[in-house]
């Protein structure tokens, strides 16, 4: 599976955008696809993720009720829709897909990782 995150860019606070990882090489029928983001100096953090087939989500704290992860079947992508940015959101932000059966939140649960995308929020 090759991943390809795309859809950072720079946005004032309070702002939204919208990351997609698109999949080649394999469906995601059978995997989990998690968001991670990290900034320098800090280890790789997660954000959000979502089982392919069931559709179950989860959300970090920081994030909940401002992100929203979802996928779509016929573009093998998902999507991680962020509304009301904070500069705190500010960092690299990687797509991954891993198996299911294992913890969403751990980064070692992932065994693709797309290249990564920047997200800045100005204050």
């Known amino acids: 599976v090759q991943l390809q995150a795309s859809g950072g860019g720079l946005v004032q606070a309070g702002g939204s955008l919208r990351l997609s990882c698109s999949a080649s090489?394999?469906?995601?029928?059978?995997?989990?696809l998690g968001w991670f983001r990290q900034v320098p100096g800090k280890e790789r953090e997660f954000v959000a993720a979502?089982?392919?087939?069931?559709?179950?989500?989860d959300y970090a704290s920081s994030v909940k009720g401002r992100f929203t992860i979802s996928r779509e079947y016929a573009k093998n992508t998902d999507y991680l829709q962020m509304n009301s940015l904070k500069p705190e959101d500010t960092a690299v932000y990687y797509c991954?897909?891993?198996?299911?059966?294992?913890?969403?939140?751990?980064?070692?649960?992932?065994?693709?990782w797309g290249q990564g995308t920047q997200v800045t929020v100005s204050s």
């Open positions: 979502i089982n392919w087939a069931t559709a179950y989500t």
């Open positions: 090489g394999r469906t995601f029928s059978s995997y989990a």
């Open positions: 991954a897909a891993g198996p299911p059966y294992l913890p969403l939140h751990s980064s070692s649960s992932y065994n693709f």
